[in-house]
């Protein structure tokens, strides 16, 4: 189990020669052309097939899609990549399920032209805004419908879910937890944890600006969340582990700061767990779906587009408990699923959503300051 | 000259494990760290001397350091006892097999195991905490270098049972009775015979227990998630980080200072087998 450094980039080596040993050279899709006399991998939108049909067909004959860095208990993916496979018949390679945004674009660049290279990204704000090169622009059917704020002006990436930053706490372990003040109470003593390093997870950099919020602090001036931070960890409250399902349901995180999607999903195995949305201090993230320029199975990648951003897809989120990107469309309309939607937490009152230029101030303010307020 | 080419022919497997799995990564680190866009440049290595770099390095030589140290001692001491009883005991057969498998035993399995059992939110912990009303886990040494510390220890002296006992074996009864009948009392025999003849194995073990505890990494990385406080945990953090992009070149960097630490660490340790080797034949 220990790595090396060795090790590590013996792995690296690993992989390429496996790649350049195992991997089928793969088909050339990308030079095929579609029906209008566009290449598949420059189709910018279902038209260019020659319609919804035409792309149907010509992502059944790729018959594979890859994926990754899609969590099964994430946003609902697990049902959605198995009802999309259902509908299509198209086999699903869902590959590093846990991996981080910068892990896609990593996999994407080392198996460039390769059969396993993803087709799809889904990706945080800073990794998807520095990579837009490696996307290809496409408008799905329901582009139109998709508030401006949430696609690129170029149509390389457009917004797919959303969520809150969430305080999820064990309603048995713990007193209730109103707002971010209340960490600091010594019933919550080691019981406190972040969803991560807020200089390498996006969900607790929105953490750490959550409190930022609560603390008087803004979007500009995260120094009041990192100053809390060192309160909580001076007063042995903050927990440094990363909590993941298992721990949450082994007691060892009572307290987990987090996506309110995230801690929904433990909602759904541990009853007790309950989920509050500091009122004072509401920060919202979307995450960017995106297509590989260079994806083996380019229909397919645009497919699962269309699915995605299909109110039969928007709906699969929602149940995950992640706002879609249509859901204000949609409940105009009257085609959202309201089971699912009314569990996803009302916001009144102002939310904040950092620029990317405020998220680089944040960051590298982050990275000089984060490890001494809590190391 | 063909009989050496046939005799090296079974070697060539080796040779080229040794080529992908050693050398194309070393020069790829090494070649990566100076590079940057295909220029030549020292950048890459200057910021092997920012303050986060420093302190992870002066982390990862004292949570190592300290963990041979510990690991030398105790695991000496064990080996000693182990040796001490007649080769056939199914005790020291039990425990050599016991530690064979617990020097292996280190990642994600036995960082779970502690924080299970002593973290904040441990098993023990709270049991403690319920009967005698005291808190164990304190204010979470567990998740800071202490904590690694402990943990680390936990395969280091197996690990060196493992390959001091082979040394201890070595000393030969012959020589004991030859210092005995020349009248030396045990206390000189081993102060003039058996220490100076395991001195350099003694240390020589040591410094492979401080290579092997600088490159773990699935251990810390299960036990401590905020900080990146050792080396191995700042490359990944710089490999992975989706909040402070393109630091690619940092990790080629610290992988090179890490590369450069093990070799002198290995440099000394054949030095010194070289000189218990002379005895051991």
């Known amino acids: 189990m220990k790595k090396s450094v060795l090790a590590v980039s013996a792995a690296a080596a690993l992989v390429l020669a496996g790649l350049i040993a195992c991997a089928p050279p793969r088909k050339d899709n990308s030079g095929g052309e579609t029906s209008s006399g566009v290449k598949v991998s420059q189709a910018k939108s279902a038209a260019d097939f020659g319609g919804m049909d035409a792309l149907v067909a010509a992502a059944k004959k790729e018959g594979e899609l890859n994926v990754i860095a899609l969590p099964p208990d994430w946003a609902n993916y697990g049902v959605i990549i198995k009802a999309f496979s259902d509908k299509y018949g198209i086999r699903v390679n869902s590959a590093q399920p846990d991996a981080a945004s910068q892990d896609e674009i990593n996999a994407a660049n080392q198996q460039k032209g390769k059969s396993a290279a993803p087709d799809v990204f889904d990706l945080g704000q800073s990794v998807a805004l520095a990579n837009t090169s490696m996307f290809a622009p496409y408008q799905v059917a329901t582009f139109d419908d998709i508030p401006a704020a949430f696609k690129d002006p170029d149509d390389a990436w457009v917004n797919d879910y959303g969520g809150y930053m969430s305080i999820g706490f064990d309603s048995a372990k713990v007193p209730p937890i109103t707002s971010v003040n209340d960490l600091l109470r010594p019933e919550y003593n080691g019981k406190v944890a972040l969803n991560g390093d807020p200089t390498q997870a996006g969900a607790a950099f929105s953490g750490v600006l959550m409190v930022a919020l609560s603390q008087g602090g803004s979007v500009d001036d995260v120094a009041p969340g990192v100053e809390f931070f060192r309160k909580l960890r001076a007063a042995g409250n903050f927990l440094p582990v990363d909590p993941t399902p298992a721990t949450v349901e082994s007691g060892q995180t009572p307290v987990v700061i987090d996506w309110n999607y995230l801690n929904a999903a433990e909602t759904a195995k541990l009853p007790a767990w309950q989920i509050v949305v500091p009122p004072n201090a509401v920060v919202a993230g979307y995450y960017y779906q995106a297509i590989n320029k260079d994806a083996p199975h380019p229909a397919a990648a645009r497919l699962w587009q269309e699915f995605l951003y299909s109110d039969e897809g928007q709906n699969l989120f929602a149940a995950g408990g992640v706002r879609p990107v249509r859901a204000d469309q949609m409940m105009l309309a009257g085609t959202i699923d309201k089971a699912a939607v009314d569990k996803i937490p009302v916001i009144d009152g102002p939310v904040t959503v950092p620029s990317p230029d405020q998220t680089d101030k944040a960051t590298e303010f982050l990275a000089d300051n984060w490890a001494k307020a809590i190391g | 000259m063909v009989r050496r080419l046939r005799e090296g022919l079974p070697l060539l497997p080796f040779l080229a494990v040794v080529v992908i799995f050693l050398i194309i990564p070393t020069v790829t680190v090494i070649v990566s760290s100076v590079y940057t866009d295909g220029v030549f440049s020292f950048d890459r290595i200057q910021a092997l001397f920012s303050g986060t770099a420093l302190s992870a390095l002066a982390k990862s030589v004292l949570l190592s350091g300290s963990t041979a140290i510990i690991g030398a001692v105790l695991g000496a001491v064990l080996a000693w006892l182990i040796v001490s009883s007649p080769p056939s005991s199914m005790v020291r057969r039990a425990v050599i097999s016991l530690c064979s498998v617990l020097a292996q035993f280190g990642g994600v399995a036995l960082a779970f195991a502690f924080l299970a059992t002593v973290g904040l939110n441990g098993v023990l912990t709270l049991w403690v905490q319920q009967v005698f009303g005291w808190n ?47 009248g030396a009392s045990t206390f000189r025999y081993w102060r003039e015979v058996a220490v100076p003849l395991l001195t350099p194995a003694f240390l020589g073990s040591a410094l492979l227990l401080f290579a092997n505890a600088f490159a773990a990494y699935a251990t810390a990385a299960a036990l401590v998630s905020q900080g990146s406080p050792i080396l191995p945990l700042l490359i990944r953090a710089a490999l992975t980080s989706e909040v402070v992009l393109g630091q690619a070149g940092f990790a080629y960097a610290l992988a090179l200072e890490m590369i450069v630490v093990v070799a002198v660490v290995m440099v000394a340790y054949n030095a010194l087998v070289k000189r218990t080797a002379r005895w051991l034949r």
């Open chain 2, 136 to 182: 164990l886990a304190g204010s979470g040494w567990l998740y800071s270098l202490t904590g690694l510390i402990l943990v680390y220890t936990y395969f280091q002296i197996p690990l060196m049972v493992i390959v001091f006992v082979p040394a201890l074996e070595g000393l030969r009864d012959q020589w004991r009775e030859a210092a005995v009948s020349l």
